[in-house]
Structures are given as structure tokens and as C-alpha cells.
């Protein structure tokens, strides 16, 4: 009979998680905690801690740079990988925007760094003080294809 042992896992954006495992069931790699990406004039940068234990997340398109930390950051772990999002501003006529990454689950094997590919949304909400100029759908959704690595780093 195996003996199970707890095993603390960082989870991107959920904190620290124990999971219970067989010692032959052991992690075989870790878990980034550093992701730089970019594509079509969006490049991201987002660690799920830092020296100060805090994410940050820097963002820069072809009009903006801007620079986030902590509960500026909003993490939600999903079934198809973990969506951080951040605001990102106003358009012109005032409406909010926002820029979510959708990360992907890595392990990195034995290694401390992995090539990975996924998306970035802009949303852009619509909606208007007047009602009735609310009707039909409300957000606009911009799709960039991003490519870079995850790696696990020292902070």
C-alpha cells in the first residue's frame, strides 16, 4: 500500500493549492510563472508573482504602453486555461475596454522554459445612456494570435 503525500502546486492566478498524490505520481516539471508574448503589434508580459509577491502584468499595443499590478489583475481558471484580464481604457466615445490572455496549462518538463501559443481578446464594451441605443449585442470582441514562452523563474 502507497503512502499518498501532500503536494503544494502554484496554480496561475488561484494562489497556492495542495493536491494529494502517490509518491510514484510525483510533478514531473513545474509550472511557469512568467509569460511574454506577442503578435500582430500587442506584446504582453504577465508574472503570477513578482519580488513583492504581487502579479504584474505590463501590456503594450501600437498606441499604449500601461503597467499593472496586483488587484488591477483579475484571474479566472476555466476549463480551456486561466483568462487574466485588465482594463485597458476608454474608447473614444467613452465605452470601456478591456484585454483578457487566455494561458494555456504548461508543464514544463525538466526544463524551465516552453514556446506556447494562444490568443488575446480586446473587448470593446458598447452602451449608451440612451436605452433604447442598448439593444442587440453589447460587446465587440477582437481576437490577436500571440506566441512566446512560459517560464519558470526565481523572484
Known amino acids: ?23 510514484s ?44 499590478t496586483g488587484d ?22 467613452g465605452n470601456p475596454t478591456t484585454f483578457s490572455l487566455l494561458l494555456p496549462a504548461v508543464n514544463l518538463g525538466k526544463s524551465n522554459q516552453a514556446p506556447i501559443t494562444t490568443n488575446g481578446i480586446t473587448t470593446i464594451n458598447r452602451f449608451s445612456v440612451t436605452t433604447k441605443f442598448n439593444q442587440g449585442q453589447t460587446q465587440i470582441y477582437r481576437t490577436t494570435s500571440l506566441a512566446g514562452t512560459a517560464q519558470a523563474v526565481q523572484f
Not at 29 to 52: E, R
Not at 72 to 79: A, C, D, K, N, P
Not at 83 to 90: A, D, E, F, N, Y
Open 1 to 23: 500500500m502507497h503512502k499518498k503525500t501532500l503536494i503544494p502546486l502554484l496554480t496561475i492566478g488561484l494562489g497556492l493549492t495542495t493536491i494529494s498524490a502517490l509518491p
Open 25 to 68: 505520481q510525483a510533478l514531473e516539471g513545474q509550472v511557469p510563472n512568467l509569460y511574454a508574448l506577442q503578435g500582430d503589434g500587442i506584446t504582453v508580459t504577465y508574472s503570477t508573482t513578482s519580488f513583492d509577491g504581487r502579479p504584474r502584468l505590463d501590456y503594450q499595443d501600437r498606441q499604449q504602453t500601461l503597467h499593472f
Open 72 to 93: 488591477q489583475i483579475r484571474t479566472v481558471g476555466l476549463e480551456i486555461g486561466t483568462l487574466v484580464t485588465v482594463s485597458t481604457g476608454k474608447t473614444v466615445e
